[in-house]
């Protein structure tokens, strides 16, 4: 645990930004590998993927509580902490409170968030650097195509169509079968002043790709599935059924950004299916991770690839 302390006591400032603080499931702090610490402002999250006894939490929040006190004096420490494995989670708050409605910032976007309940909290922070690459190529692209239209397929509370729209796109069309996530990612819109240019559609994606398709062809698509989500989909069977769509949504010229966050499927196996179902598309590379997420084996990380369709 001794990294983990030893990150608390070097936080240099208060965050002012949603963002992981430590990441010890990369493998890159020795005997960590359990913990994650994480900042949505002004609340702490502690997440351990295994048990956790009181005397460990106790340690760790008495390091925050220090270090707290010596970067926001006179500030109180909000802490939550998450126990959670594959299919579980349990949260409670450790000290302080969490602000209801509780919004962050990231990148100069404000998202709805909740620490309380659920296993994910409304914004994955590991897309950080997903986020940044659409904001920065539709506000480059939008000089040339100013009618620029994005499909977020699994939008989930719709943070990428934020950024999007923000950046300068006409349309983005929002898809996820959880009508409540799209209800958060209204919110969000809301939030940023945003909302007439996007749509959500809370559909189930294999059996409306015909609404799909007449809202297209798009300069954009993202796809960020869930690994498996029972009854829903499953990588390593549905995510075929995606991929050999592209062809027909995407625009000539137009970009694709497939996401997988397992560590059992590598970067080969998106590179595999979109040889095997649209083998016209082109890979331009693999997105960076944000820093704060390393990993030993890189391959187990988020895979975050683009590719282009061929211009006509």
């Not at 910032?105 to 620490?115: C, M, N, S």
């Not at 240019?197 to 015909?210: E, K, N, R, V, Y």
């Amino acid at each position: 645990m001794q990294p983990l302390l030893d990150a608390i006591a070097a936080l240099p400032a208060a965050p002012t930004e949603a963002q992981r603080l430590f990441h010890g499931r990369g493998g890159a702090h020795p005997g960590c590998e359990q913990w994650a610490l994480d900042a949505y402002p002004p609340v702490f999250l502690l997440t351990s993927y295994q048990p956790a006894t009181d005397d460990e939490l106790a340690t760790l929040q008495a390091a925050l509580a220090a270090r707290w006190a010596a970067i926001a004096p006179g500030e109180p420490l909000n802490l939550v902490f998450q126990h959670r494995d594959e299919v579980r989670a349990d949260t409670r708050l450790l000290c302080g409170t969490v602000p209801d409605p509780h919004v962050v910032t990231e990148q100069g976007a404000r998202f709805k968030v909740h620490l309380l309940r659920a296993m994910n909290h409304g914004l994955f922070l590991d897309m950080a650097e997903g986020r940044r690459w659409v904001r920065e190529h539709v506000a480059q692209a939008v000089a040339t195509r100013p009618r620029f239209k994005v499909l977020n397929l699994f939008a989930y509370t719709c943070a990428f169509s934020v950024v999007a729209l923000q950046a300068g796109a006409a349309q983005v069309v929002n898809v996820d079968m959880a009508a409540g996530a799209l209800n958060t990612g209204k919110q969000n819109h809301q939030l940023n002043g945003l909302g007439k240019d996007a749509s959500f559609l809370p559909h189930d994606i294999f059996s409306s790709w015909g609404k799909i398709g007449r809202g297209g062809p798009y300069d954009l698509i993202v796809l960020d599935p869930p690994t498996y989500q029972k009854g829903s989909f499953v990588a390593e069977k549905d995510y075929a059924r995606l991929v050999r769509r592209l062809p027909d949504l995407l625009m000539p010229g137009g970009h694709a950004m497939l996401c997988l966050n397992s560590p059992k499927l590598g970067p080969g196996f998106l590179q595999d299916l979109v040889a095997a179902e649209a083998p016209e598309l082109i890979l331009e590379g693999r997105l960076p991770n944000p820093p704060a997420f390393v990993d030993v084996a890189p391959d187990r990380a988020l895979k975050v690839l683009l590719y282009r369709s061929p211009t006509a």
